[in-house]
């Protein structure tokens, strides 16, 4: 079952990439995934994560570091995937 990143505040609870959550589900509020982890990452819905890819402003991801996985899931062309995850 997929783990979403879900957002804060008034729509607390609501995955980001806009699936209805189902109650079996288990959901992290976004600002506190440990994404950093890439075991953990795995677990996380893929779409999730490319919403949480797209969030990222381009002032953002100039500030990462070139090894840093946002920014490599933000450059890669979207119809290279799979196996980016
Ligand atoms: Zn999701």
Not at 10 to 15: D, E, I, L
Not at 21 to 42: C, F, K, Q, S, T
């Amino acid at each position: 079952m997929p783990l979403h990143l879900t957002m804060t505040g008034v729509y607390a609870g609501t995955p980001i990439c806009g699936a209805a959550r189902e109650p079996h589900d288990e959901g992290v509020h976004m600002i506190y995934a440990p994404l950093d982890n890439p075991e953990w990452r795995a677990k996380v819905c893929p779409d999730c994560l490319k919403a949480y890819v797209d969030s990222f402003e381009p002032e953002e991801l100039a500030g990462l570091p070139d090894d840093h996985w946002v920014k490599q899931a933000a450059m890669k062309p979207s119809d290279e995937q799979p196996g980016l995850f």
